[in-house]
Every structure is written in structure tokens, then in C-alpha cells.
């Protein structure tokens, strides 16, 4: 499983923002339901990437 760090977090809006850790060949951020989660800013997690019209969705995230 990937793992990344929180870096965008607000409860208020409807996406937060994981950067991963590796990136392939570009650099993609991954976005996570704000409402589903309660993280802080630097927090190591680890995810599931589903891919949707080019834009990854973090799914079953846990924190490391």
C-alpha cells in the first residue's frame, strides 16, 4: 500500500490533499474525503488509490 503525508486538511471543504511519498513518472496528489477523516497537517498515512477521470482517490486510509 502507498503510504503519504497529509498536507492539505480543512473539515470545512469537501477534499483534503495526501502528497505521496513516491512519485512514478509525474507528480499527482491524491484527494481524500474531508468528512470520512479526522487528520492534522504532517500526518503519515498509509491508502488505497482508486483512479477516476485522471484524478487519484485516496480510499482506507490509516494512519502509520
Known amino acids: 500500500m502507498p503510504t503519504g503525508t497529509v ?3 480543512n473539515k470545512n471543504r469537501k477534499y483534503s490533499v495526501i502528497k505521496p511519498k513516491e512519485w512514478k513518472t509525474e507528480r499527482r496528489d491524491v484527494l481524500f474525503l474531508s468528512s ?22 485516496a480510499q482506507n486510509i490509516k494512519k502509520v
Open 7 to 9: 498536507s492539505k486538511y
Open 36 to 57: 470520512e477523516y479526522t487528520f492534522e497537517l504532517g500526518d503519515e498515512v498509509e491508502y488505497i488509490v482508486e483512479y477516476v477521470n485522471g484524478k487519484g482517490y
